[in-house]
């Protein structure tokens, strides 16, 4: 692990272990002829780690190295310094080892009285088992869906007379945008009405020639010639019709139509302006519906294997602390992208509220189809201190303890955490940030309390 290993319960009686194990090696064997020189300074020469760090030597820092995820359960050393994952490092840790200042697990605080511990408001709640999904957190990229934005472009050449939306305006499908008059629109509208006035007429003249045909009057010849007259005075009428049709118009005044959405959503961009002489190649609005977005996902390239269609995404924004988005990968790509070595993949995401811009930046969670125990708690219970993370865990009505701890989103607001709480330990919400600045040496906290460091 390249985080700086945190030994905050490191004190120098602890190291005498593993020193006394080097002085104690038999010097008249072969295997003990090359230790020395196989052995560096501050080495553990029995486990070939850094002294400092050595679990075996000093079990007692097992729960610290756990706390933070840094821990290879089958060999019981750090996985950052374990022998046999990595042999490069020879035991030692690639970053220098730091002492951070955050408070340690199990340091107690304690009210100075009853009175002032029910006068703080401290409230708890009970951690609780659950089954959470393990996960592959990534960076992720909110986009407009294309099938959900639509560019409007006049249906016919024309001059703008006025507008129905502006910038920002929610619209409905079919809603007015704006109000044109072009004189294509009006010689349709002219031959239209023409032609059906034409068809009227060859079909008054196709029925008294069939008439006067019936009564020996009129030869065949004159019927059929009538009938020809009144059905291309029809697919006349019926060509006009359908070209206004085209720009969803068929009445009017003049040549005056009215452009209409297309799809609900919000009016992103107006070029329109009164009195504009436009062309069916301008575009005059642009409506997006964000109701249905996608996210841009991009998935570090040794996690690509894990993710697949159908998985679940839970998405957060800094800009919406608190609130979470959910989503379905719906494709990965099979090409790792060569300068930032991450897999493409994209999800569709839910924003019936509206909350979610597109172009905004969100880290995703893609949840992995195997459950795995946990302990949730609310994210309200969760302190951060020197870059640790922090919850108190309720001792008595006047005592509390800190716990260091590693989170993970869930759902509902709630947090599964690695640590050494228990489900059914009743952990601090409102009052645990009071808690937090009484354990901290630079705060100035509130003063009603007295802090216990946790014994080495």
């Given at each position: ?8 319960v ?6 005498m272990?593993?020193?006394q194990k080097v002085?104690?090696?038999?010097p008249?064997?072969?295997?003990a002829a ?6 560096g ?12 760090i050595?679990?075996?030597?000093h079990?007692k820092l ?9 821990w290879c359960p ?7 310094v374990?022998p046999?994952?990595?042999p490069?490092?020879g ?6 080892v ?6 340690a697990?199990?340091t107690?605080i304690r009210f ?12 708890t709640?009970?951690a609780v ?8 957190i ?7 869906d294309a099938s ?5 472009n ?10 129905k939306a502006d ?9 007015p945008?704006a109000?044109?008059?072009s004189?294509a629109?009006g ?6 009405q023409?032609a059906r006035?034409?068809a ?5 003249n ?6 006067l045909?019936?009564?020996g ?5 004159e019927?059929e010639?009538?009938q020809?007259?009144?059905?291309a ?8 019709s359908?070209?206004l ?5 068929s ?6 139509y009215v452009l ?7 009016v992103?961009?107006?070029t329109a ?6 062309d069916?190649?301008d ?7 964000v109701s249905?977005?996608w996210?841009?996902?991009d998935?570090p390239?040794v996690?690509a294997?894990?993710v697949?269609p159908?998985?679940?995404v ?5 800009g919406l602390?608190g ?8 494709f ?20 019936r ?9 969100a880290?995703?969670?893609i ?5 795995r125990a946990s302990v949730l ?9 020197k870059?640790v ?17 590693k989170t ?7 947090v ?5 709480v228990r489900?059914?330990d009743r952990v601090?919400?409102?009052?645990s940030f ?8 630079e ?10 460091a946790?014994?080495?």
């Amino acid at each position: 692990m390249r985080n700086a290993i945190v030994l905050g319960v490191l004190l120098v009686p602890l190291l005498m272990g593993c020193g006394q194990k080097v002085t104690q090696e038999t010097p008249n064997t072969s295997a003990a002829a090359a230790t020395p020189a196989a052995v560096g300074e501050g080495m553990c020469a029995e486990h070939g780690v850094l002294e400092a760090i050595c679990t075996k030597c000093h079990p007692k820092l097992i729960p610290v190295f756990q706390a933070r995820g840094d821990w290879c359960p089958e060999h019981g050393f750090p996985m950052s310094v374990c022998p046999i994952h990595h042999p490069e490092r020879g035991g030692r840790p690639e970053a220098q080892v730091a002492i951070d200042e955050a408070p340690a697990s199990g340091t107690k605080i304690r009210f100075k009285t009853l009175e002032t511990a029910r006068e703080a408001g401290i409230e708890t709640v009970p951690a609780v088992a659950g089954m959470e999904g393990a996960g592959v957190i990534a960076t992720a990229t909110i986009i407009a869906d294309a099938s959900h934005m639509a560019v409007v472009n006049p249906l016919a050449a024309g001059v703008v007379r006025s507008i129905k939306a502006d910038l920002g305006s929610r619209v409905a499908r079919g809603a007015p945008l704006a109000i044109l008059e072009s004189s294509a629109v009006g010689e349709d509208r002219s031959r239209l009405q023409a032609a059906r006035s034409r068809a009227s007429v060859a079909e008054a003249n196709y029925h008294r020639e069939k008439e006067l045909y019936e009564k020996g009057v009129s030869a065949l010849r004159e019927v059929e010639e009538a009938q020809r007259e009144w059905e291309a005075a029809k697919a006349e009428a019926s060509a006009a019709s359908s070209s206004l049709g085209m720009i969803g118009t068929s009445e009017g005044a003049a040549g005056a139509y009215v452009l209409r959405a297309p799809i609900s959503g919000v009016v992103t961009k107006r070029t329109a302006t009164l009195g504009r002489l436009v062309d069916t190649d301008d575009a005059l609005f642009e409506i997006v519906d964000v109701s249905e977005l996608w996210a841009d996902i991009d998935v570090p390239e040794v996690h690509a294997p894990r993710v697949r269609p159908g998985q679940r995404v839970v998405f957060t924004t800094d800009g919406l602390p608190g609130r979470e988005f959910h989503g379905t990968i719906k494709f990965i790509s099979p090409v790792i992208e060569p300068q930032t070595r991450t897999a493409k993949a994209r999800a569709a995401l839910s924003n019936r509220e509206g909350l979610l811009r597109a172009n905004v930046y969100a880290k995703a969670r893609i949840v992995d189809d195997g459950n795995r125990a946990s302990v949730l708690i609310p994210k309200a219970a969760v302190q951060e201190a020197k870059g640790v993370q922090l919850v108190f865990v309720q001792l008595a009505i006047d005592a509390y303890e800190a716990r260091r701890v590693k989170t993970t989103p869930a759902a509902n607001n709630m947090v599964a955490i690695a640590s050494d709480v228990r489900p059914g330990d009743r952990v601090v919400t409102t009052g645990s940030f009071l808690l937090k600045t009484e354990t901290l040496k630079e705060s100035i906290g509130a003063g009603c309390c007295e802090v216990e460091a946790p014994k080495p």
